[in-house]
């Protein structure tokens, strides 16, 4: 197991992030932050906070992409669904999606075809706390605290007090997770 | 990522789901809320499913509701009714079952106005079955969609007094009513004249009352049941009016009430039989509430029962 960040440097990163976020897009109230389940939510909610903290009046939104997995059909036990809750007009937004890792990248395609029943977003942009290798499909980002050079049997594993207790990002091998 | 533990291929009564079944399928339902309050209702994750809604009994509500749910999944919905069937044409239920299965649908929901037909279509077909009403035996989503009402003003029903007013005997609604909201804490009474009680409805840990006044005192929620005309062939009261003199809740008897009682009804109502119209549309009615509940209800139940078939075969 190596450790990528600790808890006391989640705070620069979710500032690292704020600020290119705010780069993509300078005016505040064009930017809707859209935290995917289960751990986009808590860090797109860290987001919030900062941008809040500096006076600036950001939209906050949650989604959950399992009614638009591509792999529904196949035989298994349904996911469980979480809170969809986007109460906001999504319409001319710059839409911030804010996931903890980018892998596949079949979570980013299902999460926009979410989004664009809801609505025509100004543009729809990707903001992962991680990436590693492994795309599946033409989809990327730069805005990511971590690049990661995995083996496909690696693991990222991203906490957040929120959801896990505590605050940490590591890389765990095969055997390990 | 979570996944479902609803371990059934069928839903065929509440009798046989746990109460984490139905905690699990009431969890779902509430997030297809926000579908249906959408602009553009429809999601994508039933694409390539095909639900035959199987009505041998007319159904208006139901068949609308399970029609609409299937449709904003985006599975393919055929409905089937008896009336311009080949079983007007002398064809057995199960031939006829066989005959659907063998183009392949994913999930067949079922009206019959026999007790056990979706059970008998469970046991022969590949296919999930959902009983959408068997004789007076069970109509589990109803129960679901009356439960998820309650919730939603109430939170809980745990340790809530539910009374049920009216036919008890000929109905389905009761029964699944009785099996879901004792599963979830509440405790449950039937009030009706004793010629529309079954005779062991005590065995099923329910109070029994044959005065409305006496019935309605303690309850928190009421559930009144329709007077099923066409199911009834001998009439158990002389008189609808005499019925709704002594059975129906109107503006004097309500007064006797808890002050933040839920008056609730199945649909259709015999407006001035067993509710008066001021009753059905004044502020302790949640029928509407029902109605909007049931679609969110039956797309969950189609969405966790969607590949199960393949599961369990």
Redesign the interface.
């Known amino acids: 197991m190596r450790q990528l960040l600790k808890a006391e440097e989640f705070p620069d990163s979710v500032k690292k992030l704020a600020d290119m976020i705010q780069e993509e897009e300078p005016n505040a109230d064009d930017i809707a932050l859209v935290g995917i389940h289960t751990r986009g939510v808590p860090l797109a909610d860290r987001l919030y906070q900062h941008f809040t903290q500096n006076k600036k009046n950001v939209h906050i939104g949650t989604l959950d992409i399992n009614l638009y997995r591509d792999d529904l059909s196949e035989a298994g036990d349904k996911p469980i669904l979480k809170e969809t809750k986007i109460d906001f007009g999504i319409t001319g937004k710059t839409i911030f999606l804010v996931d903890d890792v980018l892998y596949t990248g079949r979570t980013v395609r299902a999460a926009m075809d979410a989004i664009f029943d809801l609505g025509r977003p100004k543009r729809v942009l990707l903001v992962v706390m991680a990436k590693r290798p492994g795309r599946e499909l033409p989809i990327d980002t730069s805005m990511t605290v971590l690049d990661v050079p995995t083996a496909p049997t690696d693991n990222i594993k991203v906490k957040f007090v929120e959801t896990d207790g505590k605050d940490d990002v590591t890389v765990l091998e095969k055997g390990e997770y | ?6 371990n059934q291929k069928d839903i065929l009564g509440i009798e046989d789901l746990e109460r984490s079944d139905i905690e ?1 399928i009431l ?2 339902a509430r ?2 809320e ?2 249906n309050k ?3 209702k ?4 039933l ?3 095909t639900v035959i809604n199987l009505f041998f009994e007319n159904s208006t509500r139901t068949r609308t509701s399970f029609e609409i749910a299937g449709k904003r999944l985006s599975a393919d919905v055929i409905n089937i009714s008896a009336s311009g069937s080949s079983l007007s044409k002398g064809e057995s239920l199960l031939d006829m079952a066989k005959n659907i299965e063998a183009m392949n649908p994913d999930i067949i929901v079922c009206r019959h106005s026999s007790a056990g037909a979706s059970h008998i279509l469970s046991r022969y077909l590949k296919a999930s079955v959902i009983n959408a009403g068997d004789g007076a035996h069970e109509h589990p989503s109803q129960a679901l969609l009356d439960l998820m009402t309650v919730l939603k003003h109430r939170g809980s029903v745990e340790g809530l007094n539910v009374a049920i007013v009216g036919d008890i005997s000929h109905s389905r609604v009761a029964r699944s009513n009785i099996y879901c909201l004792q599963k979830m804490g509440a405790s449950v009474s039937v009030v009706g004249p004793a010629s529309m009680m079954p005779r062991d409805i005590a065995k099923l840990g329910v109070k029994v009352h044959h005065r409305l006044n006496e019935g309605l005192k303690e309850a928190d929620i009421v559930m009144m049941l329709r007077i099923q005309r066409e199911r009834i062939v001998q009439s158990p009261f002389p008189s609808l009016r005499e019925y709704a003199r002594h059975y129906g809740i109107n503006h004097e008897n309500i007064n006797a009430l808890k002050k933040d009682v839920l008056i609730m009804h199945p649909g259709p109502v015999n407006r001035g039989v067993e509710i008066d119209p001021e009753i059905a549309d004044g502020p302790y009615s949640v029928i509407l509430d029902q109605v909007t509940n049931g679609v969110s209800v039956r797309m969950a139940l189609l ?2 029962l ?2 199960a078939n ?2 369990s075969l």
């Open positions: 990522m979570g996944s479902s533990g609803l699990l969890q779902t997030q297809f926000e579908v959408r602009a553009i429809k999601v994508p994750t694409r390539g499913k969405y966790l969607s590949g393949s599961l």
